[in-house]
């Protein structure tokens, strides 16, 4: 059975700062990988998907990266603002029935 | 706009009284899919279709049914339901083919069962 596992829970950190959440999941036959960003009380909006063949996508201020292999992914937010504080949830989809599997998210707080 | 719709946005019922969460989505995608968050539980599929009259049971399907007879619409029905019920609700649709399996997620339905 597929787990995901997102770590840290919590994030703060100040106005400015690059920053790196990480994603990690344990059968590594998927075909892609998420990141979701979700603010409170709101639905969850894609950010990014990765392709099982590729190693990475960027989006603006984003980049996400996925080493298969070992299981992992990381998203990285660059220049960090206020704006950015959200709930960030990695998905991977995988299995016969197509599932996705979510972590239950890094709470990200920026502080101006 | 390309999005996913549910009704209501929120509700509030009583245990024993039948309720119908409504979903729709205008992207002619094949797959769509039943979230339910809970804190500390994260976010677990409930049942999924692959396409019309193709659905199936998810991690968590017990009290629940779903139904697949157009493309655009998947309801979620709560035959019975009972405060465990009580939760943030999601549905989300997606084409899955490559890039374009970008999953686009419902604004969510909450749901308080007394």
């Known amino acids: 059975k597929q787990e995901v596992t997102q770590i840290p829970a919590a994030l703060s950190v100040p106005e400015g700062e690059n920053l790196v959440l990480n994603c990690s999941f344990t059968?590594?036959?998927?075909?892609?990988l998420q990141w979701f960003r979700q603010d409170p009380g709101k639905g969850l909006t894609s950010l990014l998907l990765?392709?099982?063949?590729?190693r990475e996508q960027t989006s603006g201020r984003l980049n996400a990266s996925l080493d298969k292999s070992s299981g992992r992914s990381t998203l990285y937010i660059a220049a960090s603002q206020p704006g950015d504080s959200a709930t960030y949830l990695c998905?991977?989809?995988?299995?016969?029935?197509?599932?996705?599997?979510f972590g239950k998210g890094t709470l990200l707080t920026v502080n101006p | 706009e390309a999005q996913v719709t549910q009704n209501p946005r929120y509700l509030i019922t009583v245990t024993g009284k039948k309720l119908t969460v409504t979903c729709s989505q205008n992207m002619n995608h094949e797959y769509m899919s039943w979230y339910r968050q809970d804190p500390g539980l994260g976010l677990r599929q409930i049942y999924y279709?692959?396409?019309?009259?193709?659905?199936d049971k998810g991690d968590v399907p017990e009290g629940y049914k779903v139904s697949r007879k157009e493309k655009r619409n998947f309801p979620l029905i709560l035959e019975s339901p009972s405060p465990n019920q009580t939760s943030l609700y999601f549905c989300a649709s997606s084409s899955p083919a490559g890039l374009a399996d970008t999953q686009y997620f419902g604004p969510g339905t909450r749901l308080t069962v007394l």
């Open positions: 998905a991977v989809r995988g299995g016969s029935n197509y599932k996705l599997t």
């Open positions: 059968d590594s036959a998927i075909y892609n």
């Open positions: 990765i392709q099982s063949s590729q």
């Open positions: 279709s692959m396409n019309v009259e193709v659905t």
